[in-house]
């Protein structure tokens, strides 16, 4: 369906602006997503997760932070694997997917496990702000 | 065939069961039992067939003699890289070994495999069938004793440890089995772990183990090094070039024997090393019977039996081995004559048939040791099971000397005692009488040393026959024979008894009704010993509380009007479950010696040809001549002993106390313990103190001289120190307090804290191996503006 | 691996949805709602793989994420319930925090750039393909397999990677008991004790 509407986009641009140099060459450079791409959109999400997890006070936000980390670095498999599909004419294609899907299983593992913490410290504390979680100090 | 590898493992998979599953879900006993009876029942079928098979499969034609090696289960355990071992060339002109300068590159792997050959499969044989009946017999002995899941999990442990050693393709492979059987020995020993002397027994048959392994493992790491591999058949076949070293030399072949041989040693409880087996009888009686009676002890046997053509190349070691073997069964023999703990007699009993075993190894002929191994496994198995039925009977009384008169209480334990007591003393059609007289007949006409030097030997060995009958005869007279030396509560208060087994039948009527009534039936009662024995539950609480009253009745009779050491126990017959194996080892007992008639078709010298080599020697008129003569002499022995303990028992006192300096020996096994245990660490301890003293008066004089010196110099010293070195020192503590305070403050017990450390840490890092990155993309983003090069200006013209 | 035209275009939606969506969710005073921000970013990225002809990850992003693990947020939000969240959401190690993260960032697509060797994000790139090129490329002839995807990776699941998939069945498993273990009540942690 993707393929349908591209088909239709460039029927249009190549009928409305065949002649128009700038604008063409414009069109080339941004609507060129290579892999770089989703490379940069990875490590921003990356980033922002890292940000979440150092800054937030809430457990949970934590939580969810790194979910979103680990969801950039599924991006990043995703992007290779279908990289990797095209390079190579479909052979161990679809490794990076299949890890996705085993960082996808960890990750609802990870959540289970963690949230069950959350709740058996907060019956106990009454808290889950990260700051008052100070057991561990010296 | 294939399915070789299953008879170690379904043993595994009961004690995988038992041990891990039995006590968190509360099996009860008889499934427990269930479990560990079938492991090995299967495994017993496995090894009947796979006998079947083999036999049939070997003599296909070009199978002869080859061990054949299960495909399934084999894998590559140890991979190690290739390594260069020099080629052995004999020199035909004085026959001794020369290395060339060739090497030969072997591949240092060893294999996880499970073979079958001839002897294996007799071991396998023999020991998933004795396991099974002893299996069976320990279903009703432990009954309702603690650990009852714990103890068959350790017994079926054994079992895969022994089928390990066994049907192990290799050296390695036997050496874990070896040590797997030792730990299992280990823990069956300390079985009763709250008591003290068995946790000091399993303590010393494992050290005493250690030093026999050490052994072992010195000859398997020489043998690496000589052949580059450590798989029988292979060895086999690369011995060939190596030549036989005569009597008095020591070469490689000696070097791998005696380490070989000392292993032996510690697990067959030989000469020095004897001294853990007695001790190992604080163990459950099962134990007693399968492990340090009828399988484990007989690994060593085995070992000489499987490297058999190491041993013949070395002549030296064979002398030793024959001589420790003859010395051994001497030895332990005398000892067991005044024994009194029925166990203790049986276990001084097998060191002395083992070292009959190793005499026959030690003048070639391994067939006649492992046949012996064979027989000695039934009717020995039997005298354990049965001593176990008596002890059981009598209320975990082990002293002979307290029983006596049991014949009527305890009619198949005996009738079955008696076939074993017969065959172990060597009597006529029995199987004891077969495989000792090959060990007999074959050591007189051994022809490997001098022939003197046989004729001594057999002199020994046929003493020892003797005393073996004696000691025998002694303990069947002490407990079946002679008076009555207990008090059976039927001669104090006559309607006990009756009262008890209706009871009994009363309450067994009741078990279908549950718990709850077999409770409300015998709630006052005193007799509830047998009554609560199918309820899991309350069976520890019930038995504990009926053990109490009946110490409490005991007492009571004993202010009465007996003397405190008379017993006070009513023997009943063991039940069905126990008395089957006993029939059915007595008749193994019986009739296992027709495999190795030494007329007509002598089957198990057949069957064991392609293992161990037999020699030529013919049955001759010297050979009936010489088993007459034995059996006399044990016939009359036996008859001695017979004497003196039941028709005339005041004869053995003054005996005693006449033969006093022999009767202490031997009661004192001949102080070899008290040497090791008390006199050696005696004697090292007054030679420290020795030492000590030419210390204290010889050599301190220069010390104490020395000292007036130091203390002045160290005055001065050590004022320069508190005001000068101090000063440092405390330097040094000042600033670790500083830093400790400042380094503290990173540990504030914050999540994000830590997490933001890591960060940094990963920040570092970028920026360390990637700084030309971080260059370019600084570049790419504030590209340089050209500088604007100030045009000369063009001067004015 | 080039995406052009529409397809350029719903990428670039997608990924400007993830990252504001993401920057919202770190952002976002109520836990509550950063649940919701977040479900909205992993959306977004589902969207990205069916671009990537990844449709089963796709599938699965949204079924597990979206319909278990912030469902899941969602209940132990409204468990903990908790009230001082108009106080303060930041620690005290915000500033610092936000320098760094952003030079991460900075450094990792700087990374990036170097091995690319400056070709990155530059205009000078081969024209987009005409409609015939369009037409023969492989996109077009397999964008009706939607389902060859999870044909294929099924089939590397049961054979190549079959080991890991067992595994992650025990590690799902060990997650579930650990689960029922740490969430007991004090009232059920007395009665087995």
């Known amino acids: ?138 | 065939m294939d399915l070789i590898w299953l008879i170690p493992i379904l043993p595994l998979i009961g004690f995988l069961i038992n041990g891990l599953l039995a006590k968190r879900f509360n099996f009860s006993e008889k499934l427990i039992g269930g479990v560990g009876v079938a492991a090995v029942f299967l495994a017993f079928l496995l090894s009947l067939v796979a006998f079947f098979n083999y036999s049939s499969w070997s003599k296909q034609p070009g199978n002869q003699a080859k061990p054949y090696i299960s495909k399934t289960l084999t894998y590559t355990w140890i991979a190690g890289g290739k390594a260069s071992i020099p080629i052995n060339t004999v020199n035909t002109s004085n026959n001794t070994l020369e290395e060339t300068s060739k090497n030969n590159i072997v591949d240092l792997s060893i294999r996880w495999a499970y073979q079958i050959d001839h002897l294996s499969a007799l071991y396998a044989l023999f020991v998933t069938f004795v396991g099974l009946l002893i299996h069976i017999f320990s279903i009703g002995y432990m009954h309702s004793q603690g650990g009852f899941a714990r103890f068959f999990a350790y017994l079926n442990l054994f079992m895969f440890m022994m089928l390990t050693l066994v049907l192990g393709s290799n050296l390695l492979m036997t050496f874990v089995g070896w040590e797997g059987v030792g730990l299992c020995s280990y823990l069956l020993i300390g079985f009763y772990m709250t008591r003290k002397e068995a946790a000091e027994a399993s303590k010393k048959a494992f050290i005493i183990n250690r030093i026999g392994d050490l052994g072992f493992i010195l000859a398997i790491i020489a043998i690496f090094s000589t052949f580059g591999t450590v798989e029988y058949q292979e060895i086999a076949r690369l011995i060939e070039t190596y030549p036989v070293e005569t009597l008095g030399t020591f070469g490689v072949m000696s070097f791998i024997s005696l380490g070989l041989f000392i292993g032996a040693t510690g697990k067959s409880a030989q000469f020095p090393l004897y001294i853990w087996l007695p001790d190992a009888m604080a163990g459950p009686t099962p134990v007693s019977a399968l492990i340090h009676a009828a399988t484990m002890v007989t690994a060593g046997i085995y070992l000489l039996a499987r490297m058999n053509f190491i041993f013949e190349r070395s002549l030296t070691m064979m002398l030793i081995i024959a001589i420790i073997g003859v010395l051994t069964a001497f030895i332990a023999a005398t000892i067991a004559i005044t024994q009194k703990d029925i166990k203790k007699i049986l276990a001084y009993s097998t060191i002395s048939q083992l070292g009959f075993m190793f005499l026959s190894c030690g003048v070639g002929a391994f067939v006649a040791g492992v046949f012996h191994v064979l027989t000695h496994a039934f009717f020995k198995a039997q005298l354990f099971l049965g001593a176990g039925s008596v002890i059981h009977a009598m209320k975990d009384e082990q002293d002979i000397t307290k029983m006596g008169g049991l014949k009527k209480y305890l009619p198949t334990t005996y009738k079955t005692m008696v076939i074993s007591w017969l065959a172990i003393c060597g009597i006529a059609p029995l199987a004891g009488f077969w495989s000792k007289d090959e060990i007999l007949a074959k050591t007189f006409s051994s022809t490997i040393f001098h022939p003197v030097i046989g004729k001594f030997l057999w002199f020994l060995a046929f003493l020892t026959a003797g005393i073996t009958a004696f000691y025998m005869t002694r303990l069947m007279a002490l407990t079946f024979w002679s008076e009555q030396k207990f008090l059976g509560e039927t001669a104090s208060d006559g309607g006990e008894t009756t009262d008890d087994s209706d009871k009994e039948s009363k309450t067994e009527q009741h078990q279908g009704g549950g718990s709850f009534k077999i409770r409300a039936v015998t709630a006052g009662t005193i007799n509830t010993e047998s009554t609560s024995s199918k309820d899991p539950i309350t069976s520890d609480r019930e038995t504990n509380k009926s053990n109490a009253e009946t110490e409490v009745i005991k007492e009571q009779r004993l202010k009465i009007n007996l003397e405190p050491s008379v017993l006070v126990v009513n023997p009943k017959e063991s039940p069905l479950l126990m008395t089957l194996p006993l029939v059915i080892l007595a008749f193994f007992a019986a009739t296992a010696g027709f495999i190795g008639l030494p007329i007509g078709y002598n089957w198990i010298e057949n069957w064991l040809k392609p293992i161990a080599s037999t020699d030529t020697h013919l049955f001759g008129t010297v050979d009936i001549i010489l088993a007459l003569v034995t059996m006399i002499w044990s016939g009359a022995m036996a008859y001695f002993a017979y004497h003196i303990y039941v028709k005339k028992p005041q004869i053995a006192d003054d005996l005693a106390i006449k033969l006093k300096p022999f009767y202490q020996l031997s009661a004192n096994k001949w102080y070899w313990d008290d040497l090791l245990d008390v006199k050696l660490a005696s004697l090292i301890n007054k030679f420290n103190n020795l030492l000590g003293e030419v210390d204290r008066f010889g050599l301190d004089a220069i010390p104490n001289g020395s000292a007036l010196i130091t203390r002045g110099v160290s005055i001065l010293s050590g004022s320069m120190d508190r005001y000068g070195l101090d000063l440092l020192v405390n330097l040094i503590g000042w600033f670790t307090r500083v830093a400790s305070v400042i380094l503290r403050t990173f540990q504030t017990g914050f999540l994000n804290n830590y997490a933001l450390v890591i960060i940094i840490g990963l920040v570092i890092i970028i920026v360390g191996l990637e700084y030309q990155a971080i260059q370019e993309f600084y570049v790419y983003l504030f590209p340089a503006t050209p500088k604007i090069t100030p045009t000369p200006t063009p001067g004015i013209k | 691996m080039r995406l052009v035209g529409l397809e350029a275009v719903i990428f670039y939606l997608f990924a400007v949805v993830a990252i504001l969506f993401a920057i919202f969710m770190i952002t976002a005073r109520s836990a509550v709602h950063s649940a919701l921000f977040l479900i909205s970013t992993l959306v977004a990225s589902a969207g990205l793989y069916f671009l990537l002809q990844a449709e089963f990850v796709a599938g699965v992003q949204i079924l597990i994420y979206v319909g278990g693990v912030l469902v899941l947020f969602i209940f132990v939000i409204m468990l903990v319930n908790i009230k001082e969240e108009d106080t303060k959401i930041f620690n005290r190690q915000i500033l610092i925090a936000s320098i760094l993260s952003f030079f991460l960032g900075l450094g990792i697509i700087a990374i990036l750039l170097q091995t690319q060797k400056g070709n990155f994000f530059t205009l000078v790139s081969p024209l987009p393909p005409k409609i015939e090129q369009v037409q023969n490329s492989p996109n077009i002839s397999q964008s009706h397999n939607i389902s060859q995807n999870t044909i294929k990776i099924g089939q590397e699941l049961y054979t190549r990677a079959v080991l890991p998939f067992e595994i992650a069945s025990l590690v799902l498993l060990v997650a579930i008991v650990g689960a029922v273990r740490l969430a007991r009540e004090r009232k059920q942690e007395k009665i087995y004790d």
């Open chain 1, 1 to 138: 369906m993707i393929n349908l509407l591209n088909h239709i986009l460039l029927i249009l641009l190549q009928s409305e602006a065949a002649s128009s140099g700038v604008k063409e060459r414009l069109l080339e450079g941004l609507f060129n997503v290579n892999i770089n791409n989703f490379l940069v959109l990875s490590s921003l999400l990356f980033v922002i997760g890292i940000a979440g997890v150092l800054t937030r006070r809430n457990v949970i936000v934590i939580f969810m932070s790194i979910e979103l980390i680990l969801n950039a670095v599924n991006i990043n498999l995703v992007a290779f694997s279908r990289y990797w599909f095209l390079q190579s004419e479909g052979k161990n294609a679809y490794m990076g997917e299949i890890f996705t899907i085993f960082v996808i299983v960890v990750a609802a593992a990870e959540a289970v496990v963690g949230l069950g913490i959350i709740i058996a410290y907060y019956r106990n504390k009454e808290t889950v702000a990260v700051d008052e979680i100070d057991l561990m100090k010296w």
